[in-house]
């Protein structure tokens, strides 16, 4: 069974720095796109960064350019969310997902992508 299983989130004052990450387990990894969404309190779950199997392009939401990198160490079957200057905003559950054919900030519904993580908390102060 598929697992993906997101860790490093917690409470941090704005203009701070985390890093999440996501460990994936049975699956082939380097064959596999992906992506953190996140969905805050109230809102609509929203795309955040994905990253390719082949050649690890990558792509971010506006709201995060600039301030998140998404990145991927295919040997240890993980991907990673740096995120610096964090603000208020960003407070929102995380989650990390795995897909066969692609990962697109854009669609961000349960039924796009093979495998969704439980999620990480994610909480900025001001």
């Known amino acids: 069974e598929v697992q993906l299983v997101e860790s490093g989130g917690g409470l941090v004052q704005a203009g701070g720095s985390l890093t999440l990450s996501c460990a994936a387990s049975?699956?082939?990894?380097?064959?596999?796109?992906f992506g953190w969404f996140r969905q805050a309190p109230g809102k609509e779950r929203e795309g955040v960064a994905c990253?390719?199997?082949?050649?690890?392009?990558?792509i971010y939401a506006d709201p995060v350019k600039g301030r998140f990198t998404i990145s991927r160490n295919d040997d240890k079957n993980r991907v990673y969310l740096q995120m610096n200057g964090l603000l208020p905003e960003d407070t929102a559950v995380y989650y990390c997902?795995?897909?066969?054919?692609?990962?697109?900030?854009?669609?961000?519904?349960?039924?796009?992508?093979?495998?969704w993580g439980q999620g990480t908390q994610v909480t900025v102060h001001s």
């Open positions: 049975d699956i082939n990894f380097d064959e596999f796109e």
């Open positions: 997902i795995a897909d066969a054919l692609i990962c697109d900030v854009a669609e961000a519904d349960t039924g796009d992508y093979d495998f």
């Open positions: 990253i390719s199997s082949n050649d690890g392009s990558t």
